[in-house]
């Protein structure tokens, strides 16, 4: 059974940074595309940043320049880094993943919260 598991969230001053990270298990095949996702409560959940197998990257324009999206493929594990974090980047983070060439997701984690302050 594959499962995504988030880590890495918490709490942040504006300006400062942190990693998110998320472990894939249940599966020794290579992922096609994932991503990351954010969601504040009571609003539609957004696309951050997504990585391909062919180490295509797209990058959402509200955090260009600010997170990079990273992949381990030995460790099955992605990585998100934020940085210049903004009270706007509060929310919860979710990693998603397809094993199909598709960029719609098939599996997402359950998430991590990410809070920033100003």
């Known amino acids: 059974q594959v499962q995504l598991v988030e880590s890495g969230g918490g709490s942040a001053q504006s300006g400062g940074s942190l990693r998110l990270s998320c472990a894939v298990s249940?599966?020794?095949?290579?992922?096609?595309?994932m991503g990351w996702y954010r969601q504040v409560p009571g609003k539609e959940r957004e696309a951050v940043a997504r990585?391909?197998?062919?180490?295509?990257?797209w990058y959402a324009e509200f955090v260009k320049g600010r997170f990079t999206i990273s992949q381990d493929n030995a460790k099955s594990t992605l990585f998100l880094q934020m940085n210049s974090l903004e009270p706007d980047d509060t929310a919860i983070y979710y990693c998603?993943?397809?094993?199909?060439?598709?960029?719609?997701?098939?599996?997402w984690g359950k998430g991590t919260l990410v809070t920033i302050s100003s």
């Open positions: 998603a993943a397809t094993w199909r060439i598709s960029y719609n997701m098939d599996y």
């Open positions: 249940g599966t020794s095949y290579r992922t096609y595309c």
């Open positions: 990585i391909d197998r062919a180490g295509g990257i």
